[in-house]
């Protein structure tokens, strides 16, 4: 009888076909780079990241669901001389992933989004501030996504690896164009929170 109440609990509980939540992705980084040259260092101050991805997500079959996301991160830095750069950028677009069960409410769920990108730039020394603006794409996969759903309403997840890639496009000259290619490895890890209704 008890196999039977574990077993319905499980049926509760998984990714089913219709299921959806509401979420968001949390993620901070802080680093410091130091240069030393003989007995002379020089420490610059620390650059801070945050970032927030509010997002909608429907499961169209059991397993694989299908979301509208967003993103919105800033990034800064101060010098000594007065000087601060900012770094803000969002993105909007759609994800996929399919869920593999690793254990009891356990899930492997790896990722994958397209996203529109804008990026804003800005060099403030003292009262004065320069702005740069830049539309594109950013291509993101996360093929270390971790969820883990204790209630029938709440899951938590964790990405500890993606991998991106941004293509932007100056707005003020259109020659100007970069392209971006970024790799974490459980260094910055990102936190989700999800409702389930």
């Known amino acids: 009888?008890?196999?039977?109440?574990?077993?319905?609990?499980?049926?509760l509980l998984a990714q089913s076909k219709g299921d959806m939540y509401v979420g968001t992705m949390l993620g901070m980084a802080i680093s410091q780079h130091t240069d030393k040259y003989d007995n002379t260092k020089d420490k610059d101050k620390p650059w801070i990241k945050l970032e927030i991805d509010p997002g909608f997500h429907y499961f169209v079959a059991d397993n694989f669901r299908i979301g509208a996301q967003m993103g919105f991160a800033?990034?800064?830095?101060?010098?000594?001389?007065?000087?601060?750069?900012?770094?803000?950028?969002?993105?909007?677009?759609?994800?996929?992933?399919?869920?593999?069960?690793?254990?009891?409410?356990?899930?492997?769920?790896?990722?994958?989004?397209?996203?529109?990108?804008?990026?804003?730039?800005?060099?403030?020394?003292?009262?004065?501030?320069?702005?740069?603006?830049?539309?594109?794409?950013?291509?993101?996969?996360?093929?270390?996504?971790?969820?883990?759903?204790?209630?029938?309403?709440?899951?938590?997840?964790?990405?500890?690896?993606?991998?991106?890639?941004?293509?932007?496009?100056?707005?003020?000259?259109?020659?100007?164009k970069s392209n971006d290619f970024s790799f974490a490895l459980g260094l910055a890890p990102q936190i989700g929170l999800k409702y389930y209704f």
């Open 74 to 176: 800033t990034e800064s830095q101060k010098y000594d001389d007065n000087r601060k750069y900012k770094n803000g950028s969002f993105i909007a677009g759609g994800v996929a992933a399919y869920y593999f069960e690793l254990a009891d409410n356990f899930y492997f769920t790896p990722e994958l989004g397209f996203y529109f990108a804008h990026a804003k730039h800005t060099d403030e020394v003292g009262s004065t501030s320069t702005d740069s603006k830049s539309n594109g794409f950013l291509l993101q996969f996360l093929p270390a996504m971790l969820e883990f759903r204790p209630t029938t309403h709440f899951g938590f997840s964790a990405s500890l690896l993606g991998l991106e890639l941004t293509h932007l496009k100056s707005k003020q000259d259109p020659k100007a």
């Open 1 to 11: 009888m008890l196999l039977i109440l574990m077993s319905g609990i499980n049926v």
